[in-house]
């Protein structure tokens, strides 16, 4: 038998007042004893109104435990003993514990059963509830996702069902065949362009016009051409199909997918509204600016990687480590540029002419890159970019660690979610099942009821309601969490 410290409660001994306020529980075969006077401390919690309901009838009893003994006196709850020792250090400490191993979500459903406020839970264990719930959170949505992707309502109409067909074709790659194939199709056409943009500022390839000037080739005009129609199809396809066009709109990605194919139309407008206009050195100018803001098309790739999506998402969290770099560099090219201009001035042949001048030595020094454009020619010059350079290289190594960190705990992360999100899959298939197979009980007599019991029985009391609390175990008159 597992007991608390005598001790904790010795002040309740040695009288017979004191022993019937002693209670004996069963938590899942382990029995602890425990004083009314310490349980009252607490007069809300299910151990409290036990001790204070012990003369009431067996149906008040039982409404509060599984089973009673009478003859020892001895309240049996089919719980996790490893979340209740946790839970009744409340009655003694005033705080608890979370133990390490003890999932954080069930462990708040067993507080719930014991009707313990989830205030009295330590802050560093709500920090790592807060994440467990997030957790759930993300799961309940890609598991949404996917019943949205398997399911199909019969009562929407015709046009509904073809925009969400078009949608899953050109959103969700995973969805079908048909759908990996234009993904497929649509990351060449990104690559070819790429290559098209490069090849097309190579004189070599390039040809005059009638007036003398080099342009591109016509050729790679026409499979530059090409590649825009495809990017204009699939982004007006996909903002067709969008269930949320404003959202759709205002989208990072989506943004970098517009300004990949603004370009072209604006210079082919340009070039349609005539030669006089053309003619305009301004205009001339912000044609070749459109046509550079092409480079965009390159990010598009990051909608077929999720490796970039992995990178995109650890630069996120490291604006810290990553501003702090910043700042570190900057203090040291203002330092180390000033005392450079400072050693070199007296040089006959200095090259460093000004501070802000001598900026771009201490950038070139302290990132590693060294042109040899500008460099030091008196000796405490030269110590001082020695110094300049290894402090920029271990300005430059502090943060890769938290980077990397990052890195690895979103890709871990989102494989758990992807595996967690098909097994909540498995077991609603499951939960179905068992519902088929208890309504098909119900119809037979006694050996149907007992295999419904022995179904009821082995049903987990901390089953956790990621999409509906609809599969939640009867007996436990507790507030539904919701966490989608």
Same mark, same amino acid.
């Given at each position: ?16 007042s ?18 009314g ?8 919690s ?14 008040v ?26 839970i ?8 608890i ?35 467990k719930?997030e957790?759930?959170?993300?799961i ?52 070819? =362009? ?19 000037n ?24 996909r ?9 759709f ?24 509204l ?7 050195v ?71 002419? =000004? ?5 771009w030595?201490a ?23 020695a ?25 871990n ?9 098909k ?5 609603m ?54 966490l989608?």
């Amino acid at each position: 038998m597992w007991t608390l410290p005598r001790t904790r409660f010795a002040h309740c001994n040695g009288s017979s007042s004191s022993d019937e306020k002693e209670i004996a529980v069963n938590i899942g075969g382990v029995r602890l004893v425990l004083c009314g006077d310490i349980l009252n401390r607490y007069p809300d919690s299910r151990l409290a109104e036990l001790v204070n309901c012990s003369t009431r009838s067996f149906d008040v009893i039982s409404s509060l435990c599984d089973d009673y003994d009478p003859g020892k006196r001895e309240f049996y709850f089919d719980r996790d003993p490893d979340s209740f020792k946790c839970i009744v250090e409340v009655y003694y400490f005033g705080e608890i514990h979370m133990k390490r191993g003890i999932c954080p979500i069930c462990f708040i459903k067993e507080m719930e059963f014991w009707k313990i406020d989830l205030s009295y839970l330590d802050e560093c264990c709500k920090s790592n509830l807060t994440e467990k719930e997030e957790e759930l959170a993300e799961i309940a949505d890609k598991v949404k996702l996917i019943l949205d992707d398997l399911e199909s309502d019969p009562d929407v109409s015709r046009n509904e069902r073809w925009q969400k067909f078009v949608w899953k074709l050109m959103e969700k790659p995973e969805s079908s065949l048909s759908a990996r194939v234009i993904a497929v199709v649509s990351f060449l056409f990104i690559l070819v =362009s790429s290559v098209v943009m490069c090849l097309g500022t190579i004189p070599d390839l390039q040809v005059e016009d009638s007036e003398g000037n080099r342009v591109e080739h016509p050729t790679l005009d026409a499979i530059e051409t090409a590649c825009i129609g495809w990017f204009t199809i699939e982004y007006v396809l996909r903002f067709a199909s969008s269930p949320n066009k404003v959202r759709f709109a205002l989208s990072f990605m989506n943004m970098i997918d517009f300004l990949a194919i603004l370009p072209f139309y604006v210079v082919l407008v340009l070039t349609y509204l005539g030669t006089a206009m053309m003619e305009l050195v301004n205009v001339q100018q912000a044609v070749q600016a459109l046509r550079i803001m092409r480079i965009a098309r390159i990010f598009k790739l990051a909608r077929h990687s999720s490796g970039l999506q992995t990178l995109t998402y650890a630069l996120k969290r490291s604006f810290k480590e990553l501003g702090l770099l910043l700042m570190y560099m900057g203090v040291g090219i203002f330092v180390f540029s000033a005392l450079g201009y400072t050693m070199e001035q007296s040089h006959p042949e200095t090259l460093f002419r =000004s501070i802000p001048q001598s900026f771009w030595w201490a950038i070139i020094t302290m990132t590693t890159v060294g042109y040899g454009d500008i460099y030091p020619k008196t000796t405490l010059g030269r110590c001082n970019a020695a110094i300049s350079f290894l402090c920029g290289v271990i300005a430059i190594a502090l943060p890769i660690h938290p980077i990397i960190n990052n890195f690895v705990i979103y890709y871990n992360k989102q494989k758990v979610l992807e595996t967690a999100a098909k097994h909540e899959l498995e077991l609603m298939e499951l939960r179905e099942l068992e519902l088929e197979v208890r309504s098909a009980s119900r119809r037979s007599d006694a050996p149907g009821n007992a295999w419904e019991g022995a179904l009821r029985a082995s049903r987990s009391d901390s089953f956790i309601p990621l999409l509906s609390g609809a599969h939640r175990t009867e007996r436990e008159p507790v507030k539904k969490r919701s966490l989608t």
